[in-house]
């Protein structure tokens, strides 16, 4: 047997206890959002690093380009003074020259077609960077979306609880009420704690003889002499 202002509070304990829940959902969601909103800053990030790295391949390969361009203007050029000359040391020595440039074309292509290379599978890496960024940016809008109408009915559901809570509380004693509160504050939402084999399910402490009578005769509010909680018999 409970007494009756003890099942009125145990009411009203889970009640305030809801309103907690709730409460503590509603502290959280700004930072929840932050974090799902730094996942999409995160991956939208990556695939802008990823496109900035394939510009840069192409900007190298574009130098070497026109580095190749003007070496081999500079070998037309030695080929028609070479043309020109009837001497044959001079002449030997623009071959020379040309030699030299031409290797230094072929070294410089051989650059360019690394860069080619890098710059196919630059592709595939902005390939899944993009499909990581429009998977995260649905995941992400979804979680948003679900956070915002979990705010909407918490409003709705905080009114409805607390205007019971209201009714409820009227009901009861106003000292009692106040003892309630005190211990609801103190012990981390649980004011009355049921007695279980003897022993206190707030604390985890055996009752004495004379506490178990008197919660079972429930004549009287008692308290758990070792945390001072309300005990009510559990059945
Ligand atoms: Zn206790």
Do not use: W
């Amino acid at each position: 047997m409970i007494l009756p202002a003890v099942t009125e509070l145990l009411i009203i304990q889970d009640r305030d206890r809801k309103l907690r829940q709730l409460n503590t959902e509603l502290k959280n969601a700004p930072h929840e959002r932050k974090a799902l909103e730094a996942k999409l800053a995160g991956t939208a990030a990556a695939l802008d690093a990823a496109k900035l790295r394939a510009k840069e391949i192409e900007v190298k390969r574009k130098e070497l380009e026109n580095s190749v361009g003007s070496l081999n203007e500079r070998i037309s050029k030695y080929e028609n003074q070479k043309l020109g000359t009837k001497k044959n040391d001079e002449y030997q020595a623009f071959d020379h020259q040309i030699e030299t440039l031409k290797k230094e074309i072929a070294g410089l292509e051989d650059q360019e077609l690394a860069l080619m290379e890098a710059a196919e599978a630059q592709k595939v890496v902005i390939a899944a960077a993009d499909k990581a960024a429009s998977e995260t940016r649905g995941m992400v809008e979804r979680q948003i979306a679900d956070l915002d109408s979990k705010i909407k009915a918490i409003g709705g559901q905080r009114e409805e609880i607390t205007a019971e809570r209201a009714k409820l509380a009227a009901g009861v004693d106003e000292d009692l009420l106040d003892t309630y509160q005190r211990l609801f504050d103190k012990k981390d939402a649980l004011a009355i704690a049921a007695l279980a084999n003897e022993i206190c399910q707030g604390c985890h402490v055996k009752a004495q003889t004379h506490i178990v009578h008197a919660v079972k005769s429930a004549k009287d509010v008692t308290h758990c002499l070792n945390c001072g909680r309300i005990l009510y018999l559990e059945t």
